[in-house]
């Protein structure tokens, strides 16, 4: 197990996507304005639901956020599709978290359920992310599922997660 903390600040997630946190060729997010997450207040590979490992990350929502105004003019919402890739984001980064190797990449998603929206008048979106299955091998692979709320409602919900991390093809 890598010696990371167990929370991160903004800055902390921009070096994730500059390639400085895990290392270059390493699981990084993305940055701005796909960067789905201002913090993480937890991480671990041994607590969740399941005692495999889990994340929470917030977003502080403003009116301002660059999906509002085109995701639909005149009844603004974030995106289901920004859910679930913030979703992923995390479950790649605690696999990062864990001192696996090689970049990151999506794998796909058992089911998701959108169960209500999160409009500009909201505070905050807070991401739940419970491991299931964690894989160390030449294909290291996290199997997640994970919510979504928005001031505490249930707006999201995703399970069968799978990230993966890979050495970069040369």
Known sequence: MADYPSTFDKDALLKC?????FGPGNAQLPEPPMLMMDRITEVSADAGEHGKGHIVAELDIHPDLWFFPCHF???NVM???????????????????????????AMGVGEVKLKGMVRPDRKRVTY????????????????????????GELVCEATGM?????AAAS
């Open 17 to 21: 996507a500059r390639g400085e946190l």
């Open 73 to 75: 003019p005149g009844n």
């Open 79 to 105: 995106p289901g599709c920004l859910m679930l890739d913030g979703l992923w984001q995390l479950t790649g980064f605690n696999l990062g978290w864990r001192g696996w190797l090689g970049q990151g990449f």
């Open 128 to 151: 739940h992310i419970d491991f299931t299955r964690v894989i160390d091998r030449k294909l290291k692979l996290g199997v997640a599922d994970g919510r979504v709320m928005a001031d």
């Open 162 to 166: 799978k990230v993966g991390l890979a």
